[in-house]
C-alpha cells in the first residue's frame, strides 16, 4: 500500500539545470497536485491536474512544467534552476469522491546553488 | 482568485487550556480540509468538511464548517504537548492552502 511515491528525497542542483520531480500514486486517483512549501510557509500550488492529460497552473507556475499522460504519474520538471526555486516540494492526490481527503507524499528536499 | 486566511499565525498555549483556530476564504467552495503538520515531515489529513454545518471530532479536536460565513473553526480542548504541530486548512478541490498555525504547548 504505496500511496504517494515522490522521487528523489534529496537533491542539490547547480544554477541553470534542469530535474524532473517524479510523483506516483497507486489509489487510481483522479486528481493531482504540485506544491511548494518554503522554510515556515504555507503551501503553494504550482499545478495540478484533474486527470490524464488535463493539467492547469496554480498560484506559482513560473520555471515549472507538467505533464499527465497516465492516470499514476504526474512529474514536475524544472528547466533552469534557480535559487529561488529551492524549496521542498509536495505531490499528493485525491478521489473524485467528495469524502476523502487527498493523500500527500514526503516530499522532495530540492537546494539550487 | 481564491484567498485562504488563517488566524492566529502562531498560538502559544498551556497544557489543558481550550482555543481556536479560524480559516476564512475568499470566495464559495464546496469542500474544506484540515491538516496537521511535524516538523521536517508531510501532511497529515485530519478532517473533510462537505457541507454547511459540518461539524466532525477526532481525540481534542473538533472541526466546524459555515459555508455561509466562509469560515471553518478547528477548536482546541484541553490540550496537551503531542498537539504541537502547524495546522493548515485548505479549500476547494484545487486545495488552497492557509498560511498555517503554529502551534506550540507548554506544560
Known amino acids: 500500500n504505496a500511496g504517494v511515491t515522490q522521487t528523489p528525497k534529496f537533491r542539490i542542483l547547480k544554477i541553470g539545470q534542469s530535474m524532473t520531480l517524479q510523483c506516483t500514486q497507486d489509489?487510481?486517483?483522479?486528481?493531482m497536485y504540485w506544491y511548494r512549501q518554503d522554510p515556515g510557509m504555507g503551501l503553494k500550488l504550482i499545478y495540478y491536474s484533474v486527470g490524464a492529460g488535463i493539467t492547469d497552473k496554480g498560484e506559482v507556475p513560473n520555471g515549472y512544467n507538467v505533464s499527465r499522460s497516465t492516470t499514476e504519474d504526474f512529474p514536475l520538471r524544472l528547466e533552469l534552476a534557480a535559487p529561488s526555486q529551492t524549496s521542498v516540494y509536495f505531490c499528493?492526490?485525491?478521489?473524485?469522491?467528495?469524502?476523502?481527503?487527498?493523500?500527500f507524499g514526503q516530499g522532495t528536499r530540492l537546494t539550487v546553488v | 482568485e481564491l484567498k485562504v486566511e488563517q488566524n492566529p499565525l502562531f498560538l502559544s498555549m498551556q497544557e489543558g487550556k481550550n482555543y481556536t483556530i479560524y480559516c476564512n476564504y475568499s470566495?464559495?467552495?464546496?469542500?474544506l480540509y484540515w491538516y496537521r503538520q511535524d516538523p521536517g515531515k508531510s501532511l497529515e489529513s485530519l478532517f473533510v468538511?462537505?457541507?454547511?454545518?459540518a461539524v466532525k471530532q477526532e481525540g481534542r479536536l473538533m472541526a466546524s464548517l459555515d459555508t455561509k460565513a466562509r469560515l471553518s473553526t478547528l477548536h482546541i480542548t484541553a490540550a496537551v504537548h503531542d498537539l504541537s504541530a502547524t495546522y493548515f486548512c485548505a479549500v476547494d478541490m484545487r486545495l488552497v492552502f492557509g498560511a498555517g498555525t503554529i502551534l506550540r504547548v507548554k506544560s
Open positions: 468538511l462537505l457541507s454547511n454545518g
Open positions: 489509489m487510481n486517483h483522479n486528481y
Open positions: 499528493a492526490s485525491s478521489d473524485t469522491d467528495w469524502n476523502t481527503e487527498a493523500f
Open positions: 470566495t464559495t467552495s464546496d469542500r
